[in-house]
């Protein structure tokens, strides 16, 4: 079932635990303006449901139907999370399956070391333990059929933010006054 339009983004941003997705969709929000949802797995998954991370979990449908609904109202979408290939893959693909064009997808990978120095200045430091971490972590977990790109740790928060402006088109489109 087609959801959104040719005018509609789609765009995913996954990744490990630290790896700045949450960073740079809020990034893209505050430089696009009004008319950008962001859709995300964390509070989807750990606000609104408490529920852990696993595979046919409440969560998957969640951010599916909220993707699909701010799509359907006219909402360019930045789906972000962990959202790890095995329990979100076919999700995530009948999203894309179903959005006309243009979808995005990008994997920011950051090496294990580097999430833990990053995930120790986080308000959750305390609370996730680096034997947490490990267990998390997934060395470039991508989706199928080359359908991400991969953005490194070299890549600044800016400079993965202009990327994306670009590649999707939002450069180029005007905010909606909502």
Known sequence: MLVGTEETRLIVLRGNSASGKSTVAAA?????????ALVGQDNLRRIVLRERDRPGA????????????ALDA???VVVEGLLYADHYGEMLARLRADHPDPTHGYYLHVPFEQTLLRHATKPIANEVSEL??????????????GIE???GA??????????IMLDSGLAGLPAVDR
């Open 149 to 151: 790109t991969v953005v």
């Open 154 to 163: 070299d890549s600044t928060m800016s400079e993965t933010v202009d990327r």
């Open 132 to 145: 947490q971490l490990r267990d998390w972590y997934r060395e470039l977990d991508l989706l199928p059929g």
């Open 28 to 36: 893209l929000r505050d430089r696009f303006g009004r008319g950008l």
């Open 58 to 69: 409440a969560n998957i449908g969640l951010i599916e139907l909220t993707a699909r609904y």
């Open 74 to 76: 006219g909402f360019h």
